[in-house]
């Protein structure tokens, strides 16, 4: 899977909602880890049911994408978003199908967090070491029924703990993962990302 960069085939619509999702890193069991969530299943939710990470809408009392993810993760997981060292942003993602146009932004922790999850919007919280996402074996293929007669062909993913994290959240991952394998090429001087 390659990474997206956020350089995708369309253009954010000009009424596109502005949203954030937290990347947060913390150490467990001697790796860094990261957490997603499985959102509710919801009617109205157009990514309903899916794996993905904390975050969402911008709200008026947001005074940047990071404070927006940093209360969405609070909201959704229960971390303390003074426990978390802001480290940077991603490409912003534009979502077509929600019409969201999402800044994915990396904290991180000095221990691990406790999470809470917020049972009206998060069904499971799924804590992973970044490392797996190396594994050859983690990422895959598949069809994808994403709504009732339409079917994307052969669509990458990655199968973590018998999940499937696709979409949006995998072009993210995938990024972050580039910017690893990036960081590890320079000299520690001149990287402000996590080595992991």
Request: charged letters at 20%; glycine letters at 6%; hydrophobic letters at 40%.
């Amino acid at each position: 899977m390659a990474a997206y960069r956020g350089r995708l085939t369309f253009n954010p619509s000009p009424d596109a909602r502005r949203a954030a999702v937290l990347i947060l890193l913390f150490p467990s069991e001697e790796q860094v880890s990261t957490v997603f969530i499985e959102r509710v299943e919801h009617i109205n939710d157009k990514h309903s049911g899916q794996i993905s990470f904390p975050g969402g809408s911008l709200e008026p009392g947001d005074s940047s994408v990071e404070d927006c993810a940093l209360r969405e993760s609070h909201e959704e997981i229960g971390v303390d978003p003074s426990s978390v060292n802001i480290l940077g942003r991603l490409s912003p993602l534009y979502i077509p199908v929600s019409n969201y146009q999402v800044t994915p932004v990396i904290g991180m922790t000095n221990s691990t967090p406790s999470f809470f999850p917020e049972a009206r919007e998060v069904s499971s919280i799924l804590p992973v070491s970044v490392q797996t996402f190396t594994q050859p074996d983690v990422i895959k293929r598949m069809d994808m029924k994403v709504q009732a007669g339409i079917t994307l062909k052969n669509v990458p993913y990655y199968n973590v703990k018998s999940r499937v994290i696709w979409g949006a959240t995998a072009m993210i991952m995938s990024e972050f993962l580039q910017l690893i394998r990036d960081d590890a090429s320079l000299p520690p001087s001149s990287s402000s990302a996590p080595r992991l």
